[in-house]
């Protein structure tokens, strides 16, 4: 039981690492791949829970990218975190995410809502790569929106004064990083761009020159139409399939860590190429 995609409240989860490791094993997952936004900060103690409770543990990140203006998130599986190309990338999405941060307040500020900044890391906790749930649970807790959906709707989501993108690498830049440090490029959620097929295949074949071997071909609980489709689109681009849940919060049953159906038999799973990939799992 697999599940690649998984966050903790290094990025923007609310579990401690710890915390998702004996989780996912209490719902049966063997092996987890911690894959927090942009950073690498709770694999450390990721790896010491799954050595007590032994199961598997991939060390994971999901990078954000631009791609032709639509954010795009690629995961890197089986990553050397000690690399130096990994230690730099997380450094200079680190400084992205700060500018972006201080653009979202300053934007907020500009539509009427003070102290967004400040509101949005005292609501990440020290340490925690500031990303936009921090300001839609900050907009929330000031009464300025009702619940998060609403924050995203009006100030956060794609072409709300929020939505600041421009600061992210490319698609092929993080395959570029996730490659040098030992690891596994693959698009993450794909059916959740909500693009054309046509783009779709536009965006994997810019995936697969920039040397991206694999793709979610299972995200959360998802329709079966979807899951044959994407099998297929794998197939297509003779991309790996991935699987995970993209695990944030519990209570959460479409996003519950091993909480989804198994990848299809027409597909080559991605873990065929651990055994390839010069990080030994704990
Ligand atoms: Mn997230
Ligand atoms: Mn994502
Ligand atoms: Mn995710």
Redesign the pocket.
């Known amino acids: 039981m697999y599940d690649l ?3 903790s409240n290094y990025s923007d989860g609310i579990l401690r690492p710890q915390a998702v490791v004996s989780r996912a094993k209490t719902q049966g997952v063997t092996a987890l791949a911690l ?1 927090d ?1 942009d950073t690498l900060g709770g694999l450390a103690e990721a790896r010491q829970e799954a050595l007590v409770q032994g199961i598997e543990l991939i060390a994971g990140i ?1 990078f954000s990218c631009l791609w032709n203006g639509i954010g795009i ?1 690629v ?1 890197g599986l089986q990553v050397d975190p000690d690399s130096r190309v990994m230690q730099e990338a997380v450094t200079s999405q680190h400084q992205a995410r700060e500018r972006r941060a201080e653009t979202i307040a300053a934007k907020l500020e500009k539509a009427g809502i003070a102290g967004a900044l400040d509101g949005a890391r005292q609501v990440a906790g020290e340490g925690a790569v500031l990303g936009r749930p921090h300001f839609a649970k900050f907009l929330v807790a000031e009464g300025h929106c009702k619940s998060i959906n609403a924050a995203f709707k009006r100030y956060l989501g794609a072409g709300k004064p929020g939505d600041v993108k421009q600061l992210w690498p490319s698609v092929g830049e993080a395959v570029d990083w996730i490659r040098a440090a030992g690891g596994i490029a693959v698009l ?2 794909p059916d959740k761009y909500k693009m054309t097929r046509t783009k779709l295949g536009r965006l994997l074949q810019e995936f697969v020159e920039a040397g991206g071997e694999a793709m979610e071909v299972v995200s959360g609980q998802q329709s079966p139409n979807t899951t044959r489709d994407m099998a297929l689109i794998a197939n297509r681009f003779e991309l790996y399939a991935s699987c995970g849940s ?1 695990f ?1 919060v519990p209570d959460q049953p479409w996003q519950e860590l091993g909480g989804y159906s198994p990848l299809p038999d027409n597909c080559q799973p991605v873990w065929q190429l651990w055994s390839r990939s010069g990080m030994v799992a704990s």
């Open positions: 995609h998984a966050h894959t936004h999901e998130h995961v993450a959620h993209d944030h």
